[in-house]
């Protein structure tokens, strides 16, 4: 078939397969995010988004886009965002048909900023990605001990923290942080404060340097995310990569079962 309607969009090539391998056709892309509509939605609601695109699936090119094209339609939203030097328009999403949408033109992955748009200037989550250079089984059992390292670093400041899948290479850790009142500024001093704790307790194995090549093959803890402007993938967003992986997010309880591709669009129902 050429064409259908979902959720009130024109969908162009519904069984074109955005993964091979699963092979997960671009409508099965669109029913996984009805599926999980109700807390994805509230994940991306009054945030700025900034999505990845791959308009010829998983498998070809991909590009990370900030802003609209004029050819969006109206019934997204846009913001308008001061950026260095210009005024920069972002979009919000609030509804399945944004979603589908967007998955329409090629749209697989949903990031977001940490901050909302009726308060831009006071994120209201922190978040570390733990991010490792080399990936092995041993590295996996490291990213569970420092994902618990830094739950009891979290708790220890005051804050409840999350764990999702990357859906790429290790876990993101984050936490609500709204009735604190930081400014992007403080935020980012605190979240390197933490990086550099966990750092400090085991040098070995973890590391806060920037450039890829001086990171051997330590866990690089990410606390850049903490800055205006930065994004981190969406919970529940896929990953535009082979496998149809997606940054999910889970009980810690169950972190000693859990690897950072655990989740796909082949085993997620089970875990919602």
Same mark, same amino acid.
């Given at each position: 078939?050429?064409?259908?309607?979902?959720?009130?969009?024109?969908?162009?090539?519904?069984?074109?397969?955005?993964?091979?391998?699963?092979?997960?056709?671009?409508?099965?892309?669109?029913?996984?995010?009805?599926?999980?509509?109700?807390?994805?939605?509230?994940?991306?609601?009054?945030?700025?988004?900034?999505?990845?695109?791959?308009?010829?699936?998983?498998?070809?090119?991909?590009?990370?886009?900030?802003?609209?094209?004029?050819?969006?339609?109206?019934?997204?939203?846009?913001?308008?965002? !001061?950026?260095?030097?210009?005024?920069?328009?972002?979009?919000?999403?609030?509804?399945?048909?944004? *979603?589908? $949408? #967007?998955? +329409?033109?090629?749209?697989?992955?949903?990031?977001?900023?940490?901050?909302?748009?009726?308060?831009?200037?006071?994120?209201?989550?922190?978040?570390?990605?733990?991010?490792?250079?080399?990936?092995?089984?041993?590295?996996?059992?490291?990213?569970?001990?420092?994902?618990?390292?830094?739950?009891?670093?979290?708790?220890?400041?005051?804050?409840?923290?999350?764990?999702k899948t990357s859906g790429s290479?290790?876990?993101?850790?984050?936490?609500?942080?709204?009735?604190?009142?930081?400014?992007?500024?403080?935020?980012?001093?605190?979240?390197?404060?933490?990086?550099?704790?966990?750092?400090?307790?085991?040098? !070995?194995?973890?590391?806060?340097?920037?450039?890829?090549?001086?990171?051997?093959?330590?866990?690089? *803890?990410? $606390? #850049?995310? +903490?800055?205006?402007?930065?994004?981190?993938?969406?919970?529940?967003?896929?990953?535009?990569?082979?496998?149809?992986?997606?940054?999910?997010?889970?009980?810690?309880?169950?972190?000693?079962?859990?690897?950072?591709?655990?989740?796909?669009?082949?085993?997620?129902?089970?875990?919602?």
């Amino acid at each position: 078939m050429d064409s259908i309607t979902v959720n009130s969009v024109r969908i162009t090539k519904p069984n074109k397969l955005l993964y091979l391998n699963p092979a997960i056709s671009k409508l099965e892309v669109i029913e996984y995010y009805e599926t999980v509509s109700k807390h994805f939605i509230n994940e991306l609601s009054g945030r700025p988004i900034s999505m990845v695109r791959a308009p010829e699936g998983a498998k070809g090119h991909n590009f990370y886009q900030k802003h609209p094209t004029e050819s969006f339609p109206e019934y997204i939203e846009r913001v308008v965002i !001061k950026e260095k030097s210009k005024d920069g328009v972002y979009i919000t999403i609030d509804g399945l048909n944004d *979603i589908t $949408y #967007l998955v +329409n033109i090629g749209v697989l992955e949903f990031h977001i900023w940490g901050s909302k748009i009726d308060d831009i200037e006071h994120p209201d989550r922190i978040v570390l990605d733990l991010d490792p250079s080399v990936t092995n089984e041993n590295v996996v059992d490291d990213l569970r001990e420092l994902s618990l390292s830094v739950k009891e670093l979290f708790e220890s400041n005051g804050y409840k923290p999350l764990i999702k899948t990357s859906g790429s290479k290790g876990f993101h850790i984050y936490a609500d942080v709204k009735e604190f009142d930081y400014s992007w500024d403080e935020l980012k001093v605190v979240a390197k404060t933490i990086a550099e704790k966990m750092v400090k307790q085991n040098p !070995k194995k973890y590391t806060i340097e920037f450039n890829k090549k001086d990171r051997g093959t330590k866990i690089f *803890i990410d $606390y #850049l995310r +903490n800055q205006r402007g930065a994004t981190m993938v969406a919970p529940y967003s896929l990953r535009s990569k082979e496998g149809a992986c997606i940054s999910f997010p889970f009980a810690w309880d169950k972190l000693k079962n859990i690897t950072p591709t655990f989740f796909t669009i082949k085993n997620y129902q089970r875990y919602l």
